[in-house]
C-alpha cells in the first residue's frame, strides 16, 4: 500500500508564509496525480491545488496567485509554498496521491494522508 505523510503546518499571521511537505512511501508503482485539499471547521474538504506526473498544475480559484504546487518524483514527495496567506485559508490540509502499488501497476486508487492543520490568525 501507499502511505502520505504530511508536515509543515502551523500558525501564522496573515500575510505570511507556510510550506508543507507530503512524501509518500510504500509498495508505490507510479503516482499519478498529487495534490492538496483543505477543510475548514463547518465546510466541505475543497481541491487546493493537484499537479500530475508530467508537471502540469491546477489551482483553486481562491489560492491562484498566492500558492504554488510542486514536485520531486524522484522522492515522491509534493509540496505547496504559501504565500500572503489570509485567515480564510485557515484549516486541516490533506495530501491526496493517485497511485498504483507493485503487482497491481494498472490499478490506481486515491490515497490520503492524515491532515496537518494550517491556521493563520489576522
Known amino acids: 500500500q501507499v502511505q502520505l505523510v504530511e508536515s509543515g503546518g502551523g500558525l501564522v499571521q496573515a500575510g505570511g508564509s507556510l510550506r508543507l511537505s507530503c512524501a509518500a512511501s510504500g509498495s508505490i508503482f507510479s503516482i499519478n496525480r498529487m495534490g492538496w485539499h483543505r477543510q475548514a471547521p463547518g465546510k466541505q474538504r475543497e481541491l487546493v491545488a493537484v499537479t500530475t506526473s508530467d508537471g502540469s498544475t491546477n489551482y483553486a480559484d481562491s489560492v491562484k496567485g498566492r500558492f504554488t504546487i510542486s514536485r520531486d518524483n524522484a522522492k515522491n514527495t509534493v509540496y505547496l509554498q504559501m504565500n500572503s496567506l489570509k485567515p480564510e485559508d485557515t484549516g486541516a490540509y490533506y495530501c491526496?496521491?493517485?497511485?498504483?502499488?507493485?503487482?497491481?501497476?494498472?490499478?490506481?486508487?486515491?490515497?490520503w494522508g492524515q491532515g496537518t492543520q494550517v491556521t493563520v490568525s489576522s
Open positions: 491526496n496521491a493517485d497511485a498504483s502499488v507493485l503487482g497491481s501497476s494498472w490499478r490506481y486508487r486515491d490515497y
